[in-house]
């Protein structure tokens, strides 16, 4: 009997409240509601102008006129007298992340609207009076909020339904007559009516823009496609160039390592051929000589005199002078020479790789540069791009010397045994760096002086700067930028073209290059960071720090860090 009961209830209980139908009404589909019920959804679907089932979804163009069902009607009236009602759902109540309905008691069921005047959540059958009662019907529902407190004035405890235009917030009534008496104020439904206008044509314009940018995204994916297929192509081609370097350097690798097998071998065998016949000889001589100690022992004079002449003969010698053992470097030689190549390989590279690397850093994309990014201001700022630079030996002239892993370099006024370089200075004190440098970087110079102080050079150079000449000296040519700092004034030269600096003089520099940009900047370094000089210019290579040391004494120099 409970079963046929339950199944009473859920027959003729509406889906959307979940109790007994109330003036049931059934729409085309076939499918019945409370007449209260199915206004209230419809009502919430006006402004799309299409109306549709709670439970089938079938659309209804235009809304259904809605008559009782009576025979439905005088159903739920008859199953009503036994006393039976329809119980919710247990998915109708309220969980702990749901709003609640404020008037339900015991266990509550979800909110289904909010109401802005009342400030109170109801379900669907607390919210009935709000659809039959006239006055409730001019209500504002909203969907279900546990923020209805927020629509309180907290000084007047009354709903804010006012707009300030002046202070740019919403007020109750209350408030137009004290605060913001005198202020431009407004319905709050009228200034949402007006701001609604303007958030449409704001998303309009919003929606163009995005139609632009997914053009230009699209358009820009082609371009990372087109660059990733021709990166993939360099990438894969370099490699197998270089894998064929690779196996020229094996197969020499090889044949070096060959030669050198063979000629040990060859050695070897001599040596162990000669050391076996000596070891033979040694054998013979101690059997001879145990021979001639038991015929010594011989007390027979007779036997002694017949076996001597057989036992005292010996076999000939190896000639000894064969065996000159002198103090020779053997292989060393040729450990010499493989590391000679390996010198004049990494030369090579180091030059080729700087045709390599501009032809990678000339691939640009975009067709308009981008807008460059603001210089660095603190030293903090500025270490974010700080590079560590070494020194090359190669450049030094020979009257400079580099130690500390190539980062220091003093001035001696005496000759160093370097060896010859095409990349060495010869006329001027001066060095390069190894490292090449493009994109953003920073780097600081830093020396200290003797008595006789003279200047260093911080400068920038391309690598094709001449080697000798007066041309070759920083800042006197069209290829090299230079700050030469004394020790109570700096100028910038360029093109022979002297420029005096004015601010502070620092024993440390900081030279910031924004190559792409083509910046190029000096800065005091001390507590603070000292603009001295700045150069703004098209960079057409990858540049190399310098330094240019001169002092009339011997005292340490310069340090890159």
Not at 135 to 143: A, Q, R, S
Not at 272 to 277: A, G, I, N, V, Y
Not at 318 to 345: C, G, H, M, Q, W
Request: hydrophobic share 30%; charged share 30%; with cysteine.
């Amino acid at each position: 009997m409970a079963e046929k009961d339950q199944l009473d209830q859920e027959t003729f209980s509406c889906v959307i409240c979940l109790f007994l139908l109330k003036d049931p009404v059934t729409t085309s589909c076939g499918h019945s509601y409370c007449m209260s019920c199915i206004k209230s959804h419809w009502d919430g679907e006006d402004q799309r102008r299409i109306y549709s089932c709670p439970q089938c979804r079938q659309a209804f163009t235009p809304r259904p006129v809605l008559k009782k069902n009576t025979m439905l009607a005088a159903l739920v009236e008859q199953l009503k007298k036994t006393g039976l009602q329809a119980a919710p759902a247990d998915h109708c109540y309220a969980g702990p992340e749901d709003v609640v309905c404020d008037v339900c008691t015991g266990r509550k069921l979800k909110a289904f609207k909010s109401c802005l005047q009342c400030l109170i959540s109801y379900c669907e059958n607390h919210l009935q009076p709000h659809f039959e009662l006239t006055k409730l019907k001019k209500h504002k529902l909203v969907e279900p909020s546990e923020k209805l407190q927020e629509n309180i004035c907290s000084r007047h405890y009354e709903v804010m339904e006012i707009f300030c235009r002046t202070d740019k917030k919403c007020i109750c009534y209350l408030c137009t007559m004290e605060d913001h008496k005198g202020h431009d104020t407004v319905p709050a439904a009228a200034e949402r009516t007006e701001r609604q206008r303007e958030l449409k044509v704001s998303r309009l314009n919003i929606q163009q823009r995005i139609q632009h940018r997914e053009k230009d995204v699209k358009l820009l994916q082609q371009e990372v496609e087109a660059v990733s297929r021709s990166a993939d192509k360099a990438v894969e081609d370099s490699e197998k160039i270089f894998t064929q370097l690779i196996r020229l350097l094996q197969k020499r690798s090889s044949d070096v390592k060959q030669q050198i097998r063979s000629q040990q071998e060859t050695e070897v065998s001599g040596v162990k051929e000669l050391q076996e016949k000596l070891q033979q000889e040694i054998t013979e001589l101690k059997r001879k000589d145990a021979e001639l100690k038991q015929l010594s022992h011989t007390e027979d004079h007779n036997q002694f005199l017949h076996n001597y002449p057989s036992v005292s003969q010996l076999s000939e010698p190896t000639d000894s002078s064969i065996i000159n053992i002198r103090p020779l470097r053997y292989f060393e030689d040729v450990t010499a020479a493989v590391s000679e190549l390996r010198d004049k390989l990494q030369d090579i590279l180091r030059d080729k790789w700087t045709n390599i690397s501009l032809a990678v850093t000339e691939v640009k994309v975009l067709l308009s540069e981008p807008e460059p990014e603001p210089e660095p201001k603190t030293r903090a700022e500025f270490l974010r791009y700080s590079r560590e630079i070494t020194l090359d030996p190669n450049t030094a002239n020979t009257q400079l010397v580099l130690s500390e892993g190539n980062r220091k370099v003093k001035c001696t006024r005496q000759q160093q045994s370097y060896s010859s370089h095409t990349d060495r200075f010869t006329d001027e004190c001066q060095v390069l760096s190894r490292e090449s440098l493009t994109g953003r970087c920073y780097w600081e110079v830093e020396w200290t002086a003797g008595w006789r102080w003279g200047g260093v050079d911080v400068a920038v150079t391309y690598k094709n700067i001449s080697r000798a000449g007066y041309e070759s000296l920083f800042g006197h040519n069209d290829k090299s930028w230079s700050l030469r700092c004394y020790n109570d004034r700096c100028e910038f030269w360029f093109k022979s073209i002297k420029t005096p600096v004015s601010g502070p003089v620092s024993s440390r520099v900081g030279v910031y290059l924004d190559h792409r940009a083509g910046i190029l900047s000096f800065y005091s370094v001390s507590e603070t960071m000292t603009l001295l000089h700045r150069v703004q210019t098209t960079f057409t290579q990858p540049l190399y720090a310098g330094l240019w040391v001169y002092v009339l004494s011997t005292a340490d120099c310069s340090e890159i860090s």
